[in-house]
T-cell receptor, first 115, second 113 residues
Framework: EPEVTQTPSHQVTQMGQEVILRCVPISNHLYFYWYRQILGQKVEFLVSFYNNEISEKSEIFDDQFSVERPDGSNFTLKIRSTKLEDSAMYFC?????????????FGPGTRLTVL | AQSVSQHNHHVILSEAASLELGCNYSYGGTVNLFWYVQYPGQHLQLLLKYFSGDPLVKGIKGFEAEFIKSKFSFNLRKPSVQWSDTAEYFCAVLTDSWGKLQFGAGTQVVVTP
């Protein structure tokens, strides 16, 4: 069964450094999402992406964040200058976008630790 | 603002006990409703979903949920839990077909042998 994959599973970085989190959505899916979950808190929406552009973003998704689909398979989240409060689990999700089912399929997540 | 509320943050129960987790949302329009489960160290997995039709939906692993539109609720139930049901459970609401999921805070369920 196809699944969403994410790399790395765990990323440790120093405050102020740039990080890129990578996701490979399911191959025929058209809509892509990033969510994050700070330890002990709920899953929060960051951004959605369709047709090579951002379709919606939350107030969390400020100028430090960017997303890109550099090729036909990867979907990346870049944090330009990480802060301590960016430490969280980051989940990528995708949906086909072409059927009545809009179930979002989630990847296993990347745990980002900012020191 | 739209919100999703889960009534319990932590639930501890014994094997074979019945489980019911509450979820309420605030949105007046058409919604799609989901319950996701996150087992320790694993990613979010869909337990069940409601789009339309029969308000009682059955999911995987013996879970079911009932959508009560008048109460803006979508409670999750399982008649008899197992130790392997220890996990965190998230209710989520979709108000726009291709839009963002809004999650509740989650309920940590611990099932003791």
């Amino acid at each position: 069964e196809p699944e969403v994959t994410q790399t790395p599973s765990h990323q440790v970085t120093q405050m102020g450094q740039e990080v890129i989190l990578r996701c490979v959505p399911i191959s025929n899916h058209l809509y892509f999402y990033w969510y994050r979950q700070i330890l002990g808190q709920k899953v929060e929406f960051l951004v959605s992406f369709y047709n090579n552009e951002i379709s919606e973003k939350s107030e969390i998704f400020d100028d430090q964040f960017s997303v890109e689909r550099p090729d036909g398979s990867n979907f990346t989240l870049k944090i330009r200058s990480t802060k301590l409060e960016d430490s969280a689990m980051y989940f990528c999700a995708s949906i086909p976008g072409t059927s009545a089912s809009n179930e979002q399929f989630f990847g296993p997540g990347t745990r980002l630790t900012v020191l | 603002a739209q919100s999703v509320s889960q009534h319990n943050h932590h639930v501890i129960l014994s094997e074979a006990a019945s489980l019911e987790l509450g979820c309420n949302y605030s949105y007046g329009g058409t919604v799609n409703l989901f319950w996701y489960v996150q087992y320790p160290g694993q990613h979010l997995q869909l337990l069940l979903k409601y789009f339309s039709g029969d308000p009682l939906v059955k999911g995987i692993k013996g879970f079911e949920a009932e959508f009560i539109k008048s109460k803006f609720s979508f409670n999750l139930r399982k008649p008899s839990v197992q130790w392997s049901d220890t996990a965190e459970y998230f209710c989520a609401v979709l108000t726009d077909s291709w839009g963002k999921l809004q999650f509740g805070a989650g309920t940590q369920v611990v099932v003791t042998p």
